[in-house]
């Protein structure tokens, strides 16, 4: 199982980017998804959650900013962003509990992709 992030750049303070996840690989099926950043010189912060029946979750700093949605044909998720922020600045990370056969489920990260807003 393999998780690929695309999406990252350069924006604008108020500006907005959409981040991708593809899932490969064996896949009995794909439960939550979520997003991860790490800014600088700072841990692991939790962004974003989305169950396979699209219940969302989201940090406070981000709600109403981003949307976090999936595609479960596709194995893929997604990340929009709005109004962004210096301090939405870091690595994104996505992560999937991915079932490779009934009941054997584990979670799997992505590579990261790099966001970086700054005028």
């Known amino acids: 199982v393999q998780l690929q992030a695309s999406g990252g750049g350069l924006a604008q303070p108020g500006g907005s980017l959409r981040l991708s996840c593809d899932v490969t690989?064996?896949?009995?099926?794909?439960?939550?998804m979520y997003w991860y950043r790490q800014a600088p010189g700072k841990g692991r912060e939790w962004v974003a959650t989305i169950s396979r029946g699209r219940v969302t979750t989201y940090l406070e700093s981000v709600k109403g900013r981003f949307t976090i949605s999936r595609d479960n044909v596709k194995n893929a998720m997604y990340l929009q962003m709005k109004s962004l922020k210096p301090e939405d600045t870091a690595v994104y990370y996505c992560?999937?509990?991915?079932?490779?056969?009934?009941?054997?489920?584990?979670?799997?990260w992505g590579q990261g992709t790099l966001v970086t807003v700054s005028s």
């Open positions: 690989g064996i896949i009995f099926s794909v439960d939550n």
């Open positions: 992560v999937a509990s991915v079932c490779r056969s009934e009941g054997s489920c584990d979670n799997f």
